[in-house]
């Protein structure tokens, strides 16, 4: 080989270094931010973000004066045209006049349509919320999209579910009985119990109250799993379609002590596995299960490793099959959020960088969506919420909550956080 052949052939493989198994090694680590809106006083919370088979990015979220006590919540959303450096007019993607709407989500399906999923809820309480889906083919032009599909989705646990609530009220009641003992402190878990027992052995009660959070799952392109979660109840469940919406059956419930808003991701083995919110007593950490079944039933809830101040988190998969999660990593407050990334399926991870991370009293950053754009690189929406020093408007009224979107790649994240 001459000196000159050697020379052309490792130029050639220092071309093509960065698209091969040395791709990780040769990124450059970026990231970059920006609010979808400017600040303003209104509330704006839960976003859901994916990618259009354009490239264009749209991000929906819940806009109103509060959910719990005001009727004028209503969804929006936004476009981030491919390349542009700017986000576009927000617009209306649902509103029911009268009604609350909240805690949306959106997936793009294995035809290319766009699903928005979310509770209106009917009389101001968590256990009033009516599930929805719309389904839109034609949503890449400016503005709303043109909706073909609007129904309520129907979510019916059997019986069973009735049984399962109060086998798992009882051993609480019996645990918290044992740990604080007391007359006072007795009634209180008996009525606990009782009125559980009631409202899970009714017919409606059981049907209502059910909301997203994150990213619906498609099993094998054919499957959608649409994970959701009661407050009512303080636990999660599956709502699972084989036919893209035409019916849907529910999973047997996953119950443990106050998980909610659960999570998705694919082991190899085709195992799935979510982690879920902790809305229960301390410690607090997401809490997890596994499915072998597609969905079907669930594993006995347990704690994972990871912190968590009863926030919302998610968690997906890379196509190198790393795994993702974002979320507020600790105990108390949520003011910190980070993303972690795992090379070993969730055994452990190795690295972890935090997207945001302030004084406890300086803000809220919660309630993440994340997702893997066709170019490998990662996007994240969430809330943000200034809390200390936030200016005011005329009326007094602060300045104080916008969506955020956050663009960065693995590499950024195994840098770690700046020392």
């Given at each position: 080989?001459?000196?000159?052949?050697?020379?052309?052939?490792?130029?050639?493989?220092?071309?093509?270094?960065?698209?091969?198994?040395?791709?990780?090694?040769?990124?450059?680590?970026?990231?970059?931010?920006?609010?979808?809106?400017?600040?303003?006083?209104?509330?704006?919370?839960?976003?859901?973000?994916?990618?259009?088979?354009?490239?264009?990015?749209?991000?929906?979220?819940?806009?109103?004066?509060?959910?719990?006590k005001?009727?004028?919540?209503?969804?929006?959303?936004?476009?981030?045209?491919?390349?542009?450096?700017?986000?576009?007019?927000?617009?209306?993607?649902?509103?029911?006049?009268?009604?609350?709407?909240?805690?949306?989500?959106?997936?793009?399906?294995?035809?290319?349509?766009?699903?928005?999923m979310?509770?209106?809820?009917?009389?101001?309480?968590?256990?009033?919320?009516l599930?929805?889906?719309?389904?839109?083919?034609?949503?890449?032009?400016?503005?709303?999209?043109?909706?073909?599909?609007?129904?309520?989705?129907?979510?019916?646990?059997?019986?069973?579910?009735?049984?399962?609530?109060?086998?798992?009220?009882?051993?609480?009641?019996?645990?918290?009985?044992?740990?604080?003992?007391?007359?006072?402190?007795?009634?209180?878990?008996?009525?606990?119990?009782?009125s559980?027992?009631?409202?899970?052995?009714d017919?409606?009660?059981?049907?209502?109250?059910?909301?997203?959070r994150?990213?619906?799952?498609?099993?094998?392109?054919?499957?959608?799993?649409?994970?959701?979660?009661?407050?009512?109840?303080?636990?999660?469940?599956?709502?699972?379609?084989?036919?893209?919406?035409?019916?849907?059956?529910?999973?047997?419930?996953?119950?443990?002590?106050?998980?909610?808003?659960?999570?998705?991701v694919?082991?190899?083995?085709?195992?799935?596995?979510?982690?879920?919110?902790?809305?229960?007593?301390?410690?607090?950490?997401?809490?997890?299960?596994?499915?072998?079944?597609?969905?079907?039933?669930?594993?006995?809830?347990?704690?994972?490793?990871?912190?968590?101040?009863?926030?919302?988190?998610?968690?997906t998969?890379?196509?190198?099959?790393?795994?993702?999660?974002?979320?507020?990593?600790?105990?108390?407050?949520?003011?910190s959020?980070?993303?972690?990334?795992s090379?070993?399926e969730?055994?452990?991870?190795?690295w972890?960088?935090?997207?945001?991370?302030?004084?406890?009293?300086?803000?809220?950053?919660?309630?993440?969506?994340?997702?893997?754009?066709?170019?490998?690189?990662?996007?994240?929406?969430?809330?943000?919420?200034?809390?200390?020093?936030?200016?005011?408007?005329?009326q007094?009224?602060?300045?104080?909550?916008?969506?955020?979107?956050?663009?960065?790649?693995?590499?950024?994240?195994?840098?770690?956080?700046?020392?």
């Amino acid at each position: 080989m001459t000196k000159n052949l050697r020379f052309h052939l490792l130029v050639l493989a220092a071309m093509l270094l960065p698209f091969g198994g040395g791709a990780a090694a040769a990124e450059r680590p970026f990231h970059t931010a920006e609010l979808i809106f400017p600040l303003e006083h209104w509330h704006n919370h839960g976003s859901c973000i994916v990618e259009a088979p354009n490239g264009d990015l749209i991000v929906c979220w819940f806009h109103g004066s509060g959910e719990r006590k005001e009727d004028d919540v209503k969804i929006e959303g936004a476009r981030l045209r491919k390349g542009a450096k700017a986000w576009g007019a927000r617009f209306t993607m649902a509103d029911t006049p009268g009604y609350p709407d909240t805690n949306c989500c959106l997936f793009i399906d294995p035809q290319g349509r766009l699903w928005l999923m979310w509770p209106t809820i009917l009389a101001n309480t968590w256990e009033s919320a009516l599930m929805k889906y719309r389904i839109a083919s034609d949503y890449l032009r400016d503005g709303p999209p043109r909706w073909e599909v609007n129904e309520v989705m129907h979510v019916t646990p059997g019986p069973e579910f009735g049984h399962a609530i109060t086998n798992v009220t009882e051993r609480a009641a019996a645990t918290f009985g044992a740990s604080s003992p007391g007359a006072e402190h007795g009634q209180r878990l008996a009525a606990w119990v009782a009125s559980l027992r009631l409202q899970a052995a009714d017919k409606l009660t059981r049907r209502l109250g059910w909301f997203t959070r994150a990213h619906p799952f498609v099993l094998d392109g054919k499957r959608l799993i649409v994970p959701l979660y009661s407050d009512g109840f303080s636990v999660s469940l599956m709502n699972i379609s084989d036919d893209w919406g035409q019916t849907w059956h529910t999973s047997a419930p996953i119950i443990g002590l106050g998980n909610i808003q659960p999570s998705i991701v694919q082991r190899k083995d085709g195992s799935l596995y979510t982690l879920m919110r902790d809305n229960g007593p301390p410690p607090k950490r997401l809490m997890q299960s596994e499915s072998r079944d597609r969905g079907e039933t669930w594993s006995p809830v347990t704690d994972s490793e990871h912190p968590n101040s009863g926030c919302g988190a998610e968690i997906t998969s890379l196509r190198n099959g790393h795994w993702m999660l974002i979320n507020n990593d600790t105990e108390r407050g949520r003011h910190s959020l980070a993303v972690s990334i795992s090379d070993d399926e969730g055994k452990t991870w190795k690295w972890k960088r935090h997207l945001e991370l302030t004084a406890e009293d300086a803000g809220r950053y919660h309630y993440p969506s994340i997702m893997q754009a066709k170019d490998g690189t990662l996007h994240a929406s969430y809330s943000y919420h200034v809390e200390k020093n936030a200016p005011k408007d005329a009326q007094g009224r602060p300045i104080a909550k916008a969506i955020k979107h956050a663009h960065f790649n693995e590499a950024w994240v195994q840098q770690g956080d700046p020392r």
